[in-house]
């Protein structure tokens, strides 16, 4: 399995994951043509890309998924709900011509050679999701924009190689920082998303000892650091006695993260 986080964060998503030369892209909240220009910089090809899938409807996942579809003439695949709100706040032809196929919630299904299965999430979203997604050898598990993780959550990713999981932001610096106060309570709550702590908890619960590897996603510019984020995270590993075991990685808004490729 490839894994490469193209971009993360408030102001645009897109991850690939494949194998073999074959992938998808879950969310492309970029430019279609920053999209490629990133595949391109992590030695990725755009080619390979045979589908998108849509974690949720927020501008920041779903900017770039009409322009991209169009261009590489590759189906997108999302929730129903998600889909519906999308067409209600894009502007008319940004989703125009797009071969979309619906996918349900804990249903599995395939794409690119790879076995996807969504997972609910708790998000201020029309139906947003996680994903496991497997390639036959590794099993990537994913989720950001959650405002808690449910036990349906933490079932869908367990047991699996690579993580990928929101750590949005450091409590303290949310709290003490810039944003009125609505907003800092709408991140804190079940609908918004996991701080650094939540996602170290989260760590602890679904450690074992087949993960290889751990990406933290989805931070906040404002209310944290990479290196807040990635201390806390290792300091869960750490505590458990794995920090030598688990590749830790943090992906970043500005450039594409290093390229993750696992084995069985
Ligand atoms: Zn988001
Ligand atoms: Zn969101």
Known sequence: MEFCALASGSKGNSIYVGAEGRGVLVDAGLPGREIERRLWAAELDPVGVEAVVVTHEHRDHIAGVGVWARRFGVPVYAARAAWDAARAFLPPPTLRGVDVRFFEPDRSFAAAGLELTPVSTSHDAADSVGFRISDGNAVLGFATDLGFASHLVREGLRGVTLLYL??????????????????????????????NADCAGLVSDLLHSGLKALVLGHLSETNNTPRLAYDCAREALARHGAAGDVALLVARQDRPGTVVRLGG
């Open 166 to 195: 929101e750590s949005n932001h450091d409590e303290d610096l949310l709290i003490n920082g810039p944003y009125p106060w609505p907003l800092k309570q709408r991140i804190r709550s079940r609908h918004g998303h996991l701080s």
